[in-house]
């Protein structure tokens, strides 16, 4: 079953303004990772939050988690062209393999000039 | 330093046919992942390796799709008899312990388009 959900499913937005994604998952984590992918291309790694950690910045990004909600948010300021991307969550750590991520399917951010 | 490395980037067979992708970590990373896109979707995980030794194969379809993560070499993710259902694009990721709490590495991905 799907773990990460993300939300909106897509966002298109100017250059310059916040963009906030969403995701929401099922069950115990160990830690939450968000993750960039160009079209066409692979991913890349943006910010990983631990299940003790509630706030984590880097950059432009701003990632928090609410494990009594089994949520976290990315937030993106001041958003450029370049941002333009599907972003994905992915929880780590859970049910009985050590070693795999479960993503959702991600949110499609378009950022216009 | 290089990252994760894979290879071909794209692969076009034809039904029957066999597809090895193949897969190179990071540089002091013993761990390996396999996980395949299809268009539109997140990704779903395939296969989890260390050298010589499969740890988790849980995502792995029973039929015709193998994986070894040999002592020297790189990874190889093995499907036999292609069906077009095979399409898609499939990345590997590595990280130094496997930990579940590791960041996970990836490469740009092989387009797998079966005809």
């Known amino acids: 079953s799907q773990q990460g959900e993300e939300d909106p499913q897509a966002l298109s937005i100017q250059e310059g303004e916040n963009a906030t994604m969403n995701c929401s998952y099922k069950?115990?984590?160990?830690?939450l990772q968000w993750y960039r992918q160009n079209s066409g291309r692979g991913l890349v790694h943006l910010i990983l939050?631990?299940?003790?950690?509630r706030e984590k910045h880097s950059g432009r990004l701003r990632v928090t988690l609410d494990t009594s909600k089994k949520s976290s948010s990315l937030l993106i300021t001041a958003s450029r062209a370049a941002d333009t991307a599907s972003y994905f969550c992915?929880?780590?750590?859970?049910?009985?393999?050590?070693?795999?991520?479960?993503f959702g399917k991600g949110t499609k951010l378009s950022v216009k000039p | 330093n290089a990252g994760v490395m894979q290879n071909p980037r794209h692969l076009v067979r034809r039904r029957g046919q066999e597809a090895r992708l193949r897969c190179s970590p990071m540089?002091?990373?013993?761990?390996v992942y396999w996980y395949r896109q299809l268009p539109e979707e997140g990704l779903k995980f395939m296969v989890y390796?260390?050298?010589?030794?499969?740890i988790d194969e849980s995502g792995m379809p029973k039929e015709r799709f193998s994986a070894e993560f040999p002592k020297e070499g790189p990874s190889i993710l093995r499907i036999q008899q292609v069906v077009r259902g095979d399409s898609a694009a499939y990345f590997c990721?590595?990280?130094?312990w496997g930990s579940g709490t590791d960041t996970q590495y990836f490469g740009p991905g092989t387009r797998l388009t079966v005809l």
């Open positions: 992915a929880t780590g750590g859970v049910g009985g393999s050590q070693g795999n991520l479960i």
């Open positions: 540089k002091g990373h013993s761990h």
């Open positions: 939050i631990r299940s003790n950690e």
């Open positions: 390796l260390q050298k010589e030794n499969i």
């Open positions: 990721a590595s990280s130094p």
């Open positions: 069950t115990s984590i160990n830690n």
